[in-house]
């Protein structure tokens, strides 16, 4: 790693990766076992050594342009073979929420991260603009108080309490709100990752494909290579068509997948599906953390907790939901139906844009500019041997 024109060192950098759980930080003295224990780690991209280094010395700028810190899927190999008996792998993850917040321009994640009140707070005040949405009268046509008449205290009546038109609307606005912020993010660190550097256009089409594969796939991941890395791998990809499943269902299908009292859709299938998949797999998780058995899990942020806690939780409220209705019990229908989304949407627009969640674009863009820079790399390196075969 080049070390001239370092520059003085960041200190609040520094603290900042010690605050977000890169404590073992201290403990590296530089003796790169983690880089060679590694199976991700490349000749261009040979982390979590550098990283590491980057974070000692307060080089931030540094590390604010390098893809390293999202290259590595934290499979706890480095750890296990640190001989101060460092985790590099929770430094490495350190540096990725302070990449995040450092991403956001609203300041957001930044007080998120650095408290879990602030996290918290902000999931409950957008739980009780739900609630208010679908309790206080004559507001936007939702909720049981805005309804006249005894007709939906009589049988489960959801497009009365719930108009699925209105609903359907709402929930486009709310995909519209992560998109804006999801995208203008992951834009600043595209800027971040290029500045500076002379990248032939044509190269972002070409690797374009990487992009794809691995935002779909994630499946460099499994090439950390042991068997409790596959597991681990298996079980994110299926989480993630979980939620990803419910995302279209409500965003794209919910005039058909809202269905009335005891009707039933297609669509239905793809529910339980994906209920069935966030309930495993969540509870699967939390149980490792809760265990701590895997290296990756001796450290847990707040975030690491809260973001399965509330898949669980919009999976399992949802179930309940479906057997109220189908019970055709109505007053527990609607409240049941004002906790799920009370739960659901405040993960969604707290942790999507501003949180955990983010990793699932920020990953495969850093993967994909890596890629990118280095082919630039080796196009400028065959250009300068050809310029100076013709001046010899």
């Avoid at 342009?65 to 590099?88: F, M, T």
């Amino acid at each position: 790693m080049d070390t001239t024109s370092i520059g003085r060192p960041d200190n609040d950098f520094i603290q900042d990766v010690l605050g977000l759980g890169g404590e073992d930080l201290k403990k590296c003295y530089q003796c790169a076992a983690c880089t060679s224990a590694c199976s991700l780690s490349t000749e261009q991209n040979g982390f979590p050594r550098k990283e590491m280094l980057m974070a000692q010395w307060g080089m931030k700028d540094r590390t604010i342009e390098d893809p390293g810190p999202w290259l590595c899927y934290y499979c706890g190999d480095c750890s296990k073979v640190c001989p101060r008996k460092a985790n590099p792998g929770e430094t490495m993850m350190a540096l990725r929420r302070y990449l995040t917040s450092y991403y956001d321009w609203t300041g957001l994640s930044r007080r998120m991260y650095r408290s879990g009140i602030w996290e918290i707070g902000f999931l409950l005040l957008m739980a009780a603009v739900v609630i208010a949405l679908f309790t206080l009268p004559h507001g936007f046509g939702f909720g049981l108080l805005a309804r006249s008449g005894p007709a939906p205290l009589t049988h489960v009546m959801l497009d009365r309490f719930a108009p699925v038109a209105i609903a359907h609307r709402a929930d486009q606005i709310l995909a519209l709100f992560l998109a804006v912020f999801l995208l203008s993010n992951a834009a600043r660190m595209f800027f971040f990752l290029t500045r500076g550097r002379k990248i032939p256009v044509g190269l972002y089409f070409t690797y374009l494909p990487v992009f794809a594969l691995h935002g779909l796939t994630q499946i460099r991941w499994k090439s950390c290579g042991s068997a409790e890395t596959t597991k681990n791998w298996l079980r994110h990809l299926f989480l993630v068509t979980g939620y990803a499943t419910m995302f279209l269902l409500v965003v794209i299908f919910l005039p058909w997948f809202q269905v009335q009292n005891n009707s039933f859709h297609w669509t239905s299938f793809l529910g339980y599906y994906a209920t069935a998949v966030l309930l495993i797999a969540t509870t699967w998780i939390l149980i490792d953390r809760v265990r701590k058995q895997d290296e990756i899990y001796r450290y847990s942020h707040i975030s690491d907790w809260l973001f399965p806690i509330l898949l669980f939780l919009t999976a399992l409220s949802g179930i309940l939901l479906n057997v109220l209705r189908l019970m055709d019990l109505p007053m527990p229908t609607y409240v049941l139906y004002t906790v799920h989304w009370a739960i659901a949407a405040p993960m969604l627009i707290v942790e999507v844009p501003f949180g955990k969640w983010a990793h699932l674009i920020y990953r495969p863009l850093a993967i994909y500019l890596a890629a990118v820079r280095n082919k630039a790399e080796e196009l400028s390196a065959e250009k300068k041997v050809d310029l100076s075969e013709m001046v010899a």
